[in-house]
């Protein structure tokens, strides 16, 4: 039977979850190959009330929000739920694997006033550590007061006070993920959710007979809303597998999906690339993905040659051509925005890539192919959502010519927590939303054109360039005049890669440290791997002094740089540039694993694997791997507390019993 037409008789969340407490499905949790835990929808609900008396013995109550800052997704979703079920408002925050993302803790902590926590020891370590080295301990003190730890579980037979909220009634928020600067939390009420889950569950059939697989992190609006909250209101077989199991074992993911017969799953633009570059030539023995009939692509700009080299690839395992769901969504709108037609294929266009301008009418199929872009079509607004293009004085323009995509509708956030400031400048006296992307409409769909707002898309994640050079600017003798960030994709690319321009007219041996300083700066603090540090003789601005980040983007596209990157590729591979030799068995089987993990790079052993742009995922490859010689003895996190093979030999050393054999 399809359930969805009951969705119409939902209003909140927790209409969801009491009328779903005898539905034959569960949530599966999968951890491993043959690693899974089944929870009962049922026993989802009987958690969340056992959960929410512990909260409300500790003085938790209504109107309260909570941080929610757990890697686990099923602790996660315990605390989420016992949250909503006590009027309690949830805040997702995603732990990562470096201090920035603690940082931001503490500052949406601080915006929230006086938040519980919800966490586990571990975390809270770590937290504490950070707050000590930020001057936070104040702040910290008063978290560590309304903490509450996932460990200290252990009964939840008695049940806590079930509070019914209104449509709405603010039911979570969402920050965004700022690294230096004001994360802003877009407010969701219950209307807005189930507003969404309507108009997505119109267009894209969900029904109690579909088996859903995802592993994006439930701190992302398509993990949380698109593959959890959606398919558990619409009674589906849900399966979540964690995102750090995914970047260490991409081809299980869709291993599992011909195991588990999944119907829909889904991926941003990085993990098609991910998943591809470690499937290389190899082929999937024994998967059929026939089953699959939506492959949802999102969260960051979609790269055509991407999906077309991802369906050709897995041809043979019957996944159809038109599964590929390329669809555009955003926070602000709960998540869903446009969808194409279901089971029908997936198109694009070609456009030249100079004239996409606010006003100007899109130039499709240029002659010079070097003027050529691909874009994606991304299908009509879904019911609940109105959706227009319009001028820069938000006055509509006609089909086909590129303007600022505005939104509202029932799905729409009505602000940002604690922010009137930002709420004023993307919502209108009229309800409508800026969403900070230019796009056009064509032949009755959406095409994303650019972004008004300067965001880098790397990885699946929105990086602000001023954040990114703010961190960079720490590095000795620089400051914000002197280096732009920026995202830069080149002609055939499958995304963008993160280029960093520095103001430079010395030597390139002069130029050597400071791009290693920055390249160092900037993976520390966000995970990200800077491509290229580059020198420039002069950052072009606007006569009002804004950066003009899009011509430095077209000079190292057209290669104007390509003398200096080759004379430092030149230097940081001469001889002299390694001036340690491998001293120990171990600092050598460490060196081994490391140049496995990052091909074409000249890695010694006094080398800090940060100043070498090691990416998140490169990080978790090397420990993935240690941990396979070495079970059990070194954290993630210690990587970046020993981020040189010296170091983490001599530290891996003193954990060990006996010496490593030669």
């Not at 051509?321 to 266009?349: C, K, N």
């Not at 499709?364 to 009509?380: S, T, W």
């Not at 430079?504 to 603090?525: D, T």
């Not at 890695?603 to 978790?620: C, E, P, Q």
Request: proline residues 5%; contains cysteine; aromatic residues 8%.
């Amino acid at each position: 039977m399809n359930d969805a037409i009951k969705l119409m008789n939902y209003t909140t969340l927790v209409d969801v979850l009491e009328s779903n407490r005898r539905v034959d499905r569960a949530v599966t949790y999968v951890d491993g190959e043959n690693s899974e835990r089944r929870v009962p929808y049922g026993d989802v609900y009987t958690r969340a009330l056992g959960i929410l008396c512990h909260l409300q013995a500790m003085g938790a109550q209504r109107g309260d929000k909570m941080i929610i800052f757990l890697s686990n997704n099923e602790q996660f979703l315990d605390g989420f739920w016992a949250a909503i079920c006590g009027g309690i408002t949830p805040v997702p925050l995603a732990v990562g694997i470096s201090d920035e993302h603690r940082h931001k803790l503490l500052r949406v902590a601080r915006k929230l006033g006086k938040p519980l926590l919800y966490t586990d020891s571990k975390n809270l370590e770590r937290l504490q550590a950070l707050a000590a080295q930020v001057g936070e301990t104040a702040l910290f003190n008063e978290l560590k007061s309304r903490a509450f730890l996932v460990e200290s579980i252990t009964d939840i037979s008695r049940p806590g006070k079930l509070y019914r909220p209104a449509p709405d009634d603010l039911a979570f928020i969402q920050f965004s993920s700022g690294s230096t600067s004001e994360p802003k939390g877009v407010m969701l009420t219950h209307r807005n959710l189930i507003a969404n889950t309507q108009g997505a569950t119109a267009v894209g059939k969900y029904n109690d007979q579909d088996v859903t697989l995802s592993w994006m992190p439930l701190t992302h609006d398509m993990g949380l809303i698109g593959f959890y909250l959606m398919q558990f209101a619409n009674r589906v077989h849900v399966h979540l597998m964690p995102t750090e199991l995914f970047v260490r074992r991409p081809l299980l993911w869709l291993q599992l999906a011909s195991k588990k017969r999944v119907t829909i799953t889904c991926s941003p633009n990085f993990g098609y690339r991910h998943f591809l570059k470690v499937l290389a030539d190899r082929r999937l023995e024994g998967v059929d993905l026939s089953a699959i009939r939506q492959i949802y692509n999102g969260a960051e700009p979609i790269s055509v040659a991407l999906c077309n080299e991802f369906m050709s690839a897995l041809a043979y395992t019957g996944l159809k051509h038109h599964a590929m769901f390329p669809v555009y969504g955003l926070a602000e709108a709960s998540l869903a925005v446009t969808f194409p037609q279901p089971g029908v294929d997936y198109r694009w266009i070609r456009v030249n890539r100079h004239k996409l301008g606010v006003g100007v009418r899109v130039d499709l199929n240029p002659a010079d192919a070097r003027d050529a872009l691909e874009l994606v079509c991304l299908g009509n607004v879904i019911p609940n959502t109105e959706l227009r293009i319009t001028d820069q004085a938000r006055a509509a323009l006609p089909s086909g010519e590129v303007g600022h995509i505005l939104i509202r509708g029932a799905s729409v956030t009505r602000g940002y927590f604690g922010d009137p400031e930002a709420t004023a400048l993307a919502i209108d006296a009229d309800g409508w939303v800026d969403t900070g992307d230019l796009g056009f409409m064509h032949e009755g769909s959406l095409y994303i054109a650019g972004r008004s707002k300067e965001i880098i898309f790397v990885n699946g994640q929105n990086y602000y360039p001023y954040d990114l050079e703010n961190i960079a600017q720490r590095a000795p003798g620089l400051d914000l005049n002197k280096l732009v960030a920026a995202g830069v994709a080149k002609p055939g690319s499958q995304g963008e890669e993160l280029v960093v321009f520095v103001l430079h007219r010395g030597s390139m041996s002069e130029f050597l440290p400071i791009a290693a300083a920055v390249s160092r700066l900037i993976n520390e603090h966000t995970g990200l791997e800077v491509v290229q540090v580059i020198p420039t003789k002069r950052i072009p601005k606007t006569t009002s002094g804004k950066v003009q980040r899009h011509l430095l983007e077209t000079a190292y596209i057209d290669g104007e740089f390509a003398a200096e990157l080759a004379e430092l590729k030149t230097l940081r591979e001469s001889p002299g540039a390694a001036s340690h030799v491998s001293g120990t068995a171990l600092e050598t089987r460490l060196q081994s694993i490391c140049e496995a993990a990052l091909p074409g790079k000249r890695i010694d052993v006094t080398d800090n694997l940060f100043d070498i742009g090691a990416s998140s995922l490169k990080l978790i490859e090397i420990h993935e791997n240690v941990d396979r010689e070495f079970p059990g003895l070194i954290d993630l996190t210690e990587l970046f507390d020993h981020p040189t093979i010296v170091e983490l030999a001599k530290h891996l050393q003193s954990k060990l019993k006996t010496p490593p054999a030669a």
